[in-house]
């Protein structure tokens, strides 16, 4: 069983950057590909990027396509979003989790606490 913390998160103008680390523990990080999510006040959470086990493969929600990478490392049990170019539409807690890629990118852990972006305009 994998548990995830997530963090990085804070205030930032629009147009800066932010990376995200979302730490695993547990000896089966890399038999899992990993998704990031976000939910923003009054909304409903949504995938945001998603990337494969073994690293391969990535997707992304049109909104934050060329802007935003994931990436990983599985010797250091950690996976990454890189956010750049924030606007304000950005602004939600983001969380990661273990996915199903090929199942709809299906989160299948708990959701943890997150780390909140907030992107001022």
């Known amino acids: 069983q994998v548990q995830l913390v997530a963090s990085g998160g804070g205030l930032v103008q629009a147009g800066g950057s932010l990376r995200l680390s979302c730490a695993a523990s547990?000896?089966?990080?890399?038999?899992?590909?990993m998704g990031w999510f976000r939910q923003a006040p009054g909304k409903e959470r949504e995938r945001v990027a998603a990337?494969?086990?073994?690293?391969?493969?990535?997707t992304y929600t049109d909104s934050v396509k060329g802007r935003f990478t994931i990436s990983r490392d599985n010797a250091k049990k950690t996976a990454w979003l890189h956010m750049n170019n924030l606007k304000p539409e950005d602004t939600a807690v983001y969380y990661c989790?273990?996915?199903?890629?090929?199942?709809?990118?299906?989160?299948?852990?708990?959701w943890g606490q997150g780390t909140q972006v907030t992107v001022s305009s």
């Open positions: 547990g000896r089966t990080f890399s038999n899992y590909a």
């Open positions: 990337i494969t086990s073994n690293g391969l493969m990535t």
């Open positions: 989790n273990v996915i199903i890629y090929y199942d709809n990118y299906r989160p299948l852990g708990s």
